[in-house]
């Protein structure tokens, strides 16, 4: 009995973000259904800014999912309808914006700060290793030997 409980509650955890989208959004047309919440994965919150507007529950997620679909109904391709949201909110509504204008900037910044610190490490093992310990005088040899007798 404790196991099914356990076994439920997990699944209802896992589901969870799948409430998000409410009965009354959901298209009739099961094709139509399909795109949009393929489109609503792709798309951005821009509330709650990490999840896509199919897992949030804050109004304008909700304003944007009616949007995709009322686009979709209209007859607009995945693309029209991407474009469309885009031109309203900007680029940042997308997960995986393309790399031009502004955010080429973003996406090369990444691999830029990786290759300068790889840089600076490598020149500071190079010139550590270049380091010598400076030799000790006949009067600290001695008494490094005494302290190693003992």
């Known amino acids: 009995m404790r196991h099914a409980f356990a076994l439920t509650l997990c699944l209802a955890l896992l589901a ?3 409430w998000a989208v409410k009965p009354d959004e959901i298209l009739a047309d099961p094709a139509l259904e399909a795109r949009a919440r393929d489109l609503s ?7 709650c ?3 896509n507007i199919d897992d949030s529950n804050a109004d304008l997620a909700r304003d944007l999912r009616l949007l995709v679909r009322e686009r979709l109904v209209a007859g607009d391709s995945d693309d029209e309808v991407i474009a469309f949201v885009v031109a309203r909110y900007g680029e940042y509504v997308l997960f ?3 790399a031009s204008g502004s955010t080429l900037l973003l996406w090369l910044a990444g ?6 610190g790889g840089a600076m490490a490598l020149l500071w093992l190079r010139k550590r290793a270049q380091i010598q310990p400076a030799a000790l005088s006949a009067e600290e040899e001695a008494r490094l030997q005494e302290i190693l007798r003992k």
């Open 96 to 98: 995986d914006p393309p």
């Open 49 to 51: 800014q990490s999840e």
């Open 16 to 18: 969870a973000p799948a």
């Open 111 to 116: 691999p830029a700060m990786l290759l300068g």
């Open 41 to 47: 994965r792709v798309l951005r919150c821009p509330v």
